[in-house]
């Protein structure tokens, strides 16, 4: 059995409830140490600031689990690998859940909470309704049922991000079910089930001093800002097989999540968490294999690769003949070192000794209310991607315009403005997509507007300004150098592209006429010289000639008897 040592330094400030603070914190202490099933110790001071609330250190003297080796193909062969996933979507409201604490990323801890929130006597949560909008939209858009009656619950754990000491979530009557998600996965098309999608709140957010987790940490801080936020937990059925297919479910689903505007989408914020539930069993048999919960990955490659490792662990384990070691237990994945650690022994339902939430009635959605909730629904990107698709552009530049909204967005204003498809693409997939990238912002926040844009790929397309000069002057374009007009500004700087094949051939005449040696080679045979004589006149025009009308007669004079 595991041991524990508490050490409490007494507190000049708060020394004489000292003993409460042990009381109110012990049984969370104690699951801790469970949780991580091996020696640990426990010191520090119980006390309270203005900002934070400082627990005590827990050290553990549990390591990482080696790497395994992996599987190789015959041993892969024999199993199959079931997976599903539980994803927190944080919804994008102004306030939180239960309470009007404003729902923020960020700002100084502990300022966006309320008595609600926190859980102190006699207070009573209210139900948000821009909160239970979101969630019935977001149940329409994966194509589930919507409960017309649904109910909230109590889950009661012990932990010290959670001030109340239970967790307003749904237990049995969800408020979605029975849905589907269609995904693209490489080159084959999937489709995913749903099993619910229940609405519920965050908890707070624990901050470690000296390491990115809870082992190796000299003291955790905790934060309540986030505690009592929205979430929507969407619960997918067990019918993934690999981790490309876990990670192109995340991708789309958080893509259709962004275009309806319920969530940030932002992984690295933590608006959106993914939890895997992995588990193997021989080729052949419906019996599951044991279930294993990885949590903490903050992106979808993070998703694929913890869930590739866990899958080869577990059938490294079985094969190995120690099939006793896959044990139901939640593990974290560890980016660094590219292993899952083992975190604790997964709870049971009957852990959480749910019961109905005695503070909030049930929840009624009438067909109205559904039919007015369908009727704004937005575009989500597979309507997008359908519509790309019948512009006559390739799948790949599909998959990219389609990919963000911000992107799809600005390529339509741009069509909208009048620009060919393909150029138009290969303009914002290109210059643009990398400005963007190397400048940390998306395309709403572009001073090169949508019409400009078009402007700049009509002149290129009917001869007026060049592909060249088009690269010169976008970076002009992306400061908000033409807020009067492509047309004009180009006319200004004298980059009006040179079209009339008398002026191309005295320009061309001159650099023949400049370059006789190179001529005699050319046509004894040196044919690559055609390359030097197109750079002369390029570099003789400063870039402004049509490149077709001006090989046309550069090849006439080059071939000339």
């Known amino acids: 059995m595991s041991s524990a040592v508490l050490t409490f330094t007494p507190c000049s400030v708060c020394s004489s409830s000292r003993k409460a603070a042990v009381a109110t914190y012990s049984r969370a202490i104690y699951g801790l140490r469970l949780a991580l099933g091996s020696p640990l110790t426990l010191s520090g001071s119980v006390r309270r600031s203005h900002w934070y609330r400082t627990f005590s250190t827990l050290r553990c003297d549990s390591t990482a689990a080696a790497a395994p080796a992996k599987a190789t193909s015959q041993q892969a062969s024999n199993y199959e690998a079931v997976i599903g996933i539980e994803t927190h979507v944080q919804l994008k409201t102004h306030t939180k859940a239960f309470c009007n604490c404003k729902s923020l990323y960020g700002g100084e801890p502990n300022t966006h909470v309320c008595p609600v929130c926190l859980g102190h006597p006699g207070t009573l949560p209210v139900l948000s309704k821009e909160v239970v909008r979101q969630a019935v939209l977001a149940g329409l858009a994966l194509q589930c049922k919507i409960a017309p009656h649904s109910k909230f619950d109590r889950k009661q754990y012990f932990y010290p991000d959670l001030p109340k000491g239970y967790q307003i979530s749904q237990y049995d009557v969800p408020l979605c079910t029975a849905g589907e998600l269609e995904v693209q996965v490489g080159k084959e098309t999937k489709t995913f089930g749903i099993t619910r999608a229940h609405l519920e709140e965050d908890a707070g957010k624990l901050i470690h001093s000296g390491a990115d987790q809870l082992t190796g940490s000299a003291y955790s801080l905790v934060d309540y800002n986030r505690a009592g936020q929205a979430l ?4 997918s059925e067990p019918d993934m097989r690999s981790g490309q297919d876990a990670a192109a479910y995340g991708a789309e689903l958080r893509r259709i999540m962004v275009f309806l505007g319920v969530s940030d989408g932002e992984m690295s914020e933590g608006s959106m968490r993914c939890d ?3 588990s193997v069993r021989p080729q052949g048999q419906e019996e599951l294999g044991t279930k294993v919960e990885v949590k903490n990955m903050n992106s979808f490659s993070a998703m694929q690769k913890a869930i590739d490792f866990e899958i080869d662990r577990q059938v490294n384990l079985i094969e190995d003949g120690r099939s006793e070691q896959v044990v139901q237990e939640t593990r974290l994945w560890d980016e660094a070192k590219q292993v899952t650690i083992s975190m604790r022994k997964k709870e049971g339902l009957a852990d959480y000794r749910y019961f109905p939430e005695p503070d909030l009635p049930p929840l009624e959605v009438s067909t109205a209310y559904l039919q007015d909730v369908q ?11 359908r519509k790309y698709r019948q512009l006559g552009l390739p799948a790949a530049d599909v998959l990219v315009l389609a990919d963000e909204l911000p992107t799809a967005q600005y390529f339509d204003s741009v069509l909208a403005a009048g620009a060919a498809a393909k150029p138009a693409a290969n303009w914002i997939m290109g210059d643009i997509m990398a400005f963007c990238k190397e400048s ?9 507007k949508a019409p400009q844009l078009a402007e700049m790929v009509s002149l290129i397309e009917d001869g007026t300004i060049s ?3 088009g690269k010169q002057i976008l970076p002009d374009l992306l400061q908000g150098k033409a ?4 047309k004009k500004y180009v006319d200004q700087k004298g980059l009006i592209q040179v079209s009339d094949p008398a002026q191309i051939e005295a320009i061309v005449d001159a650099v023949i006429a400049a370059n006789q ?34 090989n046309k007669i550069l090849m006439q004079k080059l071939n000339a008897k």
Request: hydrophobic share 40%.
């Open 232 to 235: 929507l937990e969407i619960v």
């Open 276 to 278: 895997v539930n992995v």
């Open 375 to 385: 009727a704004s629904m937005p575009d989500l990107p597979a309507e997008f991607r």
């Open 440 to 448: 940390k912002i998306d395309m709403s926040e572009l001073q090169l």
């Open 467 to 469: 592909g060249k000069i």
């Open 483 to 486: 807020s009067e007009g492509v």
């Open 517 to 550: 040696k190179q001529l005699e080679q050319y046509r004894a045979g040196k044919t690559k010289l055609q390359g030097h004589f197109v750079g002369q006149v390029m570099k003789e025009s400063k870039g402004r000639v049509n490149p077709g009308v001006m």
